[in-house]
């Protein structure tokens, strides 16, 4: 299965400032996605990433605060902008990795970045 | 993607059997039944999926009901490392394809 690298684990940050949060795998991907975990709570799908268009936002989280990038099969980047403590979250990105969406297999996380926005 | 119920949470002892229930009465005939943890402090854990036959693998098993309205994960030698918090997950492959997540089950194991 794909291995994920995440990057950073964790970072405190001021508020009113950005922070990129890089993932990085191991073979190409067609379908990336980005989640959100708020302390002691699910995960909450921020935007599914497909390299060559524009990300999909889902109800509720908007690309002026959550920019995402995705140049290529085997990287994306979130960035949180404009920081408030409410931001304090982990965000973790995940795979699907088949290249080609002929089956259903399972999907692969990142270990995860913890945020504190103070 | 078609809705999940789970209980909170279940108490297991350590190296007994573990049933986790899911009920998923709105399935769709294309919905793939996938499970995942999440261990403390780590990203989600692919465990196991199925669509209609019973499956198993080399971390647990898992058991589809007849009219596929349920499921149920079956780990049959709880570990104090298999305390996590359990998701059980439609996915259709026709959709967008992401994972929608819900509470999930929070499995204690006791020594």
């Known amino acids: 299965s794909a291995v994920i690298s995440q990057k950073p684990s964790r970072d405190i940050c001021q508020r009113g400032t950005s922070l990129t949060i890089q993932c990085q795998v191991d073979s190409q991907v067609t379908m990336m996605f980005w989640y959100r ?55 973790l990105c995940s795979v699907d990795p088949t290249f080609h969406r002929t089956s259903s297999v399972g999907y692969t996380f990142g270990s995860g970045t913890r945020l504190t926005v103070v | 993607d078609a809705k999940t119920t789970q209980p909170n949470s279940m108490e297991s002892n350590e190296e007994e059997p573990v049933h986790l229930p899911c009920n998923h009465s709105t399935i769709s005939g294309t919905d793939y039944i996938h499970w995942y943890r999440q261990l403390p402090s780590q990203g989600p854990e692919y ?27 079956i780990l049959h030698r709880a570990t104090l490392r298999d305390a996590a918090v359990y998701y059980c997950i439609l996915r259709d492959l026709g959709s967008q394809g992401n994972l929608i997540f819900g509470k999930g089950t929070k499995l204690s194991v006791k020594p």
């Open chain 1, 37 to 91: 975990q708020q302390p002691g709570q699910s995960l909450t799908l921020i935007a599914t990433a497909n390299q060559g268009s524009e990300a999909t936002y889902e109800s509720g989280f908007v690309i002026d605060k959550f920019p995402i990038s995705r140049p290529n099969l085997t990287f994306s980047t979130l960035t949180v902008s404009n920081m408030s403590p409410e931001d304090s979250s982990i965000y």
């Open chain 2, 47 to 73: 465990v196991i999926h199925g669509l209609t036959s019973n499956v198993n693998n080399r971390m647990a098993s898992l058991a589809i009901a007849e009219d596929r309205k349920s499921s149920t994960l």
